[in-house]
């Protein structure tokens, strides 16, 4: 899964161009993804824990200059034009600068077609190919970051400054974005994405231009009845797409990968991955309405997961190019007890030795030597062999005994941890032997998770 894979009628179309273009053909793909759900985000949502969230994919395509960045965008649109109509034409903007002007351009725009035959929208892709000097603006108005991170919610919008106050429902306004390495740790502040504003936008780092014999050439037209049939399906009436049965076990799969890598990483590059479940559900989505689907399938999870887990990856990138450019700002390391503590809260407030030590780095002696570590022996019936469980002091009277659901999380647990499917894991540590110190493998050699990076 370390290739993203391009799915469906989107994807195809990606592929057959992409032999004509110098560029990354996984920059037209995001940016085709990210037009597609601006297009079909004013009917379309996604059932998320009971509730309708919106479908909006927000993009930053990284790379230097003349790497492609403006050439993917092109051939996005070319890909995305003969299925959405004049959408593209109509409904694209750029330069919003303030919280104020973006309320008020999805304001005008509500106001406009209120009276028209198909009634309000207010549907919205703002394109950003110069996104450095919309963020050098942006810092001097402190609302633009709150307002941001409604219109990527779907919450109401709204602007009380105006004698004529603003107000719009359920926006659907999706931001694609071009921005160099250095600019986004330059730019995209570690505050602001750690307040929600800037961990809301999937980043992708793009690969070499390949250079053409002839750039004569000119891009091949696309098949686009498949996806013009599935615009038509997507906008016809309000439509919730929700997971299918067969794609519930990859689901918890992917919960637990982004819990568990967040766990684990320093908070500056956790940060911005911290939606990670939901935008795997939010690219899902648009792939099942690209196939006039209202259920998820695992395939399409799964194609969902490989290109979100590559944006995860190159976020996780970004961030070190930042850090070696600011080494004043370098954080330090979790400490023992924090690694400890994460351990100990993802099993639920128990967790026996081999669930902790071989993720953390240090031996049993060194674990019980922590003063907020309660440390208990437990044998399983009379000739059971006796397991060494940690515990948080003060927790003792929440967890008397394991609970009825533990065995469940530690299946869970195992399925997760493993991730067959995606990369060989490291064998569990057995248990320490009575009166032998067992020394553990470095976090980073043992987290499976971590490892996938």
């Given at each position: 899964?370390n ?6 009628p ?26 597609w ?19 909006l ?104 400054t ?21 600019d ?9 994405a ?25 891009l ?7 996806l013009?049939?599935a ?12 997971l299918g ?29 911290e ?57 330090q ?57 940690f ?63």
């Amino acid at each position: 899964m370390n290739t993203p894979v391009l799915y469906g009628p989107i994807g195809r179309a990606v592929r057959k161009i992409s032999p004509f273009l110098e560029a990354d053909a996984l920059g037209v793909y995001v940016a085709a993804l990210s037009m597609w759900s601006a297009a079909i985000g004013g009917t379309v949502k996604v059932s998320s824990r009971g509730s309708a969230r919106p479908v909006l994919l927000w993009s930053a395509l990284v790379a230097g200059t003349g790497r492609g960045k403006g050439t993917a965008l092109r051939a996005a649109q070319h890909v995305a034009n003969p299925a959405l109509g004049r959408f593209l034409a109509t409904h694209t903007t750029s330069g919003i600068t303030s919280g104020a002007s973006m309320v008020n351009h999805l304001w005008e725009q509500q106001e406009a077609t209120a009276e028209t035959e198909h009634g309000r929208d207010v549907r919205t892709l703002v394109v950003e190919e110069e996104w450095t000097e919309v963020l050098k603006r942006v810092k001097r108005d402190p609302s633009f970051t709150t307002k941001l991170r409604a219109a990527w919610d779907g919450t109401t919008l709204r602007n009380t400054t105006k004698e004529e106050a603003q107000e719009v429902r359920d926006p659907a306004m999706v931001l694609h974005s071009h921005i160099t390495p250095s600019d986004w740790a330059k730019y995209v502040g570690e505050s602001e994405a750690a307040g929600g504003s800037y961990n809301r936008i999937l980043p992708f780092l793009l690969g070499s231009v390949p250079m053409l014999d002839d750039d004569r050439v000119t891009l091949p037209q696309v098949e686009g009845h498949a996806l013009t049939d599935a615009y038509g399906w997507a906008t016809s009436r309000p439509r919730v797409i929700a997971l299918g049965e067969d794609a519930r076990p990859l689901w918890r799969i992917i919960r637990r990968y982004a819990r568990i890598l967040g766990e684990t990483l320093p908070e500056a590059q956790a940060v911005f991955i911290e939606r990670t479940a939901e935008q795997t559900l939010r690219v899902a989505a648009c792939l099942a309405a690209s196939e006039c689907s209202e259920r998820i399938t695992e395939e399409m999870l799964s194609a969902a997961f490989t290109l979100v887990r590559r944006s995860v990856q190159d976020a996780v990138s970004i961030t070190g190019m930042g850090d070696r450019l600011s080494p004043i700002r370098k954080r330090q390391p979790l400490s023992l007890a924090d690694k400890v503590r994460a351990r100990i809260e993802m099993h639920g407030g128990r967790a026996s030795s081999s669930q902790v030590l071989p993720y953390v780095g240090a031996t049993a002696a060194e674990v019980k030597a922590l003063p907020e570590i309660a440390v208990t022996v437990e044998r399983e019936g009379k000739a059971g062999r006796p397991k060494t469980v940690f515990a948080l002091r003060g927790d003792s009277s929440r967890h008397p005994e394991p609970q009825p659901a533990s065995a469940e999380r530690e299946e869970n647990r195992a399925t997760v941890v493993r991730m067959d499917a995606y990369r060989p894991a490291p064998k569990q540590a057995p248990e320490p032997k009575q009166g032998t110190v067992n020394r553990s493998e470095p976090l980073g050699a043992s987290n499976p998770f971590l490892a996938l990076l």
